[in-house]
């Protein structure tokens, strides 16, 4: 057994798993956190978990984190029952540590934390398909539909200004004073593109400030591989990876997806005349959103969600310029320009939907 496996046995103990443990392998293709599957013997038959050492790296303050999972998790919990679900697989279930807390801190201050298993269910890591999209769509949308009762301002902030626009261009304009690398020079281009549409920055905030937007419980990483889907229906049945649950606008979670998932290229893709948002994937995203959300969205909610696609990918946008500025700190590049190559990219995404806004428009009142 490997001095590792070692440290996670010693980990294990420490929760209340039942039965006798039987197997412990690597598990899934998650990027953040170290994610294990166990397999337990009980009387009842083979009882399987997930066990994650939490990425301390990222994650700052691993306990508020946890405190807002145990929040919606427990709030999920009761609604999935209230509602005849089954609450084992619509939603992740905690297992707590032996001392009652919902995470075990191991001796070398690693945060780890289980969960159920869930059962008869994949994950996904590429959108092969439209349906896999839409389902996602629908899933998340859903995750904001029953929680919109939520108290979602008793959640932690555990990323400070994750989503705060115009807190975000302040950095920017930070990066392009400081000029670091001396590259401010060469792209012009990009900055005026940011600094022409300021408003942009400022809109959501404003609204929410006037209480004109309400405050939600957001999930902050609304990728496909964060849903999963029944082997047998083929349908979206749980939201997993709930480590930037956040206070936030609804708007941000939508406009998020549309910013990477409706977007006819890759996010780095060089040769621009292939970026566009996708009319279809847009409607797709936008059906599956409003009918998860099940009524719960507000008129104003609904009217700005393309705005919140702008947004969202404007504020990406300038993020990445941002780092480029900077020297490429922030966000791992694997080529010269790269973070430059994906800013070009939102920002030729801002200015298609730009274009495109009454038609976003016109399919939001469609379903709405
Ligand atoms: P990411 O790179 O998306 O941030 P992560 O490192 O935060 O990932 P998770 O998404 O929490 O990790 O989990 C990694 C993978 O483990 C998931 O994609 C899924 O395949 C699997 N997984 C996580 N939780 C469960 C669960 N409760 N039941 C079954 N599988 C799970
Ligand atoms: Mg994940
Ligand atoms: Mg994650």
Redesign the pocket.
């Known amino acids: 057994m490997s001095g590792e496996e070692l440290i996670r046995r010693g980990v294990i103990e420490n929760f209340a798993f039942p039965g006798k443990l039987v197997e412990e392998i690597p ?7 170290d ?1 294990f599957r166990l397999v337990f013997e009980t009387e009842q038959g083979r009882r399987r978990y ?1 066990l ?1 050492r939490m ?1 301390k790296s990222i994650f700052h303050k691993p306990v508020e984190l946890m405190e807002n999972i145990v929040g919606v998790t427990s709030w999920l919990r009761k609604k999935i029952l209230a509602n005849g679900g089954d609450a084992d697989r619509e939603t ?1 279930n905690i297992i707590h540590a032996r001392d009652g807390r919902p995470y075990y801190l191991d001796r070398a201050d690693d945060y780890w934390r289980a ?4 059962e008869g ?1 994949s ?1 996904y890591d590429k959108v092969e398909n439209k349906e896999d999209f839409y389902q996602s769509a629908v899933a998340f949308g859903h995750f904001q539909g029953m929680l919109s009762d939520y108290p979602a301002e008793t959640l932690h902030e555990t990323i400070v200004n994750f989503h705060n626009t115009a807190s975000r261009l302040e950095d920017f304009k930070a990066a392009v004073e400081r000029d670091t690398c001396g590259y401010a020079g060469s792209v012009q281009r990009e900055i005026r593109f940011v600094l022409e549409r300021e408003n942009l920055a400022h809109v959501l905030g404003e609204l929410q400030a006037e209480k004109k937007l309400p405050l939600r419980v957001t999930h902050n ?1 609304t ?1 496909l ?2 849903i ?1 889907i029944d082997d047998k229906t083929g349908r979206a049945i749980c939201v ?2 709930l ?1 930037t649950v956040m206070p936030g606008l609804a708007v941000n979670d939508f406009g998020d997806s549309i910013r990477f998932g409706a977007s006819t290229a890759d996010e780095d893709e060089k040769d621009l005349s292939k970026v566009s948002c996708d009319m279809e994937l847009f409607e797709l995203y936008t059906k599956g959103f409003v009918e998860g959300c099940a009524g719960s969205l507000t008129d104003k909610e609904l009217d700005m969600l393309p705005i919140g696609a702008m947004v969202m990918t404007y504020e990406c946008g300038m993020r990445f310029l941002a780092d480029y500025l900077d020297g490429d700190i922030y966000f791992k590049t694997h080529r010269e320009g790269h973070n430059l190559d994906r800013c070009r990219t939102q920002f030729k995404l801002v200015a298609d939907m730009e274009k495109k806004l009454s038609a976003m428009n016109a399919i939001v009142d469609k379903y709405r």
């Open positions: 598990y899934g293709s998650g990027h953040i956190n994610t997930i994650q990425n992740l969960y159920l298993f869930i269910a994950c990483d990728k591989n964060n999963m997993i990876d480590d």
